[in-house]
Nanobody
Framework: QVQLVESGGDLVQPGGSLRLSCAAS????????MGWYRQAPGKQRDLVAR???????EYADSVKGRFTISRDNAKNTVYLQMNSLKPEDTAVYYC?????????WGQGTQVTVSS
């Protein structure tokens, strides 16, 4: 079972930036698809960004141009750089890995955007 540990969540003012990190266990991290999802209170968990083993990236329309997902295979870590944050970005952010039919979630990290 792959273990995922997120970090980097914080309280930030509108217009600010944060970088989330997700460290994964396992020796074949480079073959995983990695994704960031978020869930606001009372809402469903939605995809924010995903990066495939090939390096191809996908983003939700709401974050395009503001967020960037990247990975460091040498460190078994995926990042989410979040710029120009808005109050509607407030949510718990979760990391997820997938590899064929296997997948698991991290415990989540809280991002709050408020003045």
């Amino acid at each position: 079972q792959v273990q995922l540990v997120e970090s980097g969540g914080d309280l930030v003012q509108p217009g600010g930036s944060l970088r989330l990190s997700c460290a994964a266990s396992g020796s074949i991290f480079s073959t995983y698809s990695m994704g960031w999802y978020r869930q606001a209170p009372g809402k469903q968990r939605d995809l924010v960004a995903r990066i495939l083993s090939t390096g191809r990236t996908e983003y939700a329309d709401s974050v395009k141009g503001r967020f960037t997902i990247s990975r460091d295979n040498a460190k078994n870590t995926v990042y989410l750089q979040m710029n120009s944050l808005k109050p509607e970005d407030t949510a718990v952010y979760y990391c997820r890995y997938s590899y064929y039919t296997a997948s698991s979630w991290g415990q989540g990290t809280q991002v709050t955007v408020s003045s």
